[in-house]
């Protein structure tokens, strides 16, 4: 049971890297300092997995301050992003589709 646990914990853990690389990837691409904090969580949530496992149930809890970390930070870029409106890094730009009524024959 116990060899169970710590290959989900792995693979826990590997998930959690996938997605820290995606979340890095986007802020390459976008430069948008939400995708590093997301990506800060997910490294901490792959961390906190590792920990469960090694550490004896006695020292647990530093494991779970550590998930209540990522998911504070997690909160907090949410937070900022709020706070700066939601905004666009510099440097990229929005575009918007064109609009599908304008080119519409009228009738009359």
């Given at each position: 049971m116990e060899m169970a646990k710590a290959m989900l914990a792995g693979a826990i853990m590997a998930v959690a890297w996938a997605i820290l690389v995606f979340f890095l990837r986007f802020w390459r691409k976008t430069g948008d300092r939400l995708f590093v904090f997301f990506a800060a969580?997910?490294?901490?949530?792959?961390?906190?997995?590792?920990?469960?496992?090694?550490?004896?149930?006695?020292?647990?809890?530093?494991g779970y301050l550590i998930r209540l970390f990522a998911f504070l930070l997690i909160l907090f870029a949410i937070l900022d992003k709020n706070r700066r409106g939601g905004k666009a890094a510099a440097g990229t730009s929005q575009s918007k589709a064109p609009d599908r009524d304008s080119k519409r024959p009228t009738l009359g």
């Amino acid at each position: 049971m116990e060899m169970a646990k710590a290959m989900l914990a792995g693979a826990i853990m590997a998930v959690a890297w996938a997605i820290l690389v995606f979340f890095l990837r986007f802020w390459r691409k976008t430069g948008d300092r939400l995708f590093v904090f997301f990506a800060a969580a997910f490294l901490l949530l792959g961390i906190e997995r590792i920990i469960i496992v090694v550490l004896s149930s006695d020292h647990r809890s530093f494991g779970y301050l550590i998930r209540l970390f990522a998911f504070l930070l997690i909160l907090f870029a949410i937070l900022d992003k709020n706070r700066r409106g939601g905004k666009a890094a510099a440097g990229t730009s929005q575009s918007k589709a064109p609009d599908r009524d304008s080119k519409r024959p009228t009738l009359g």
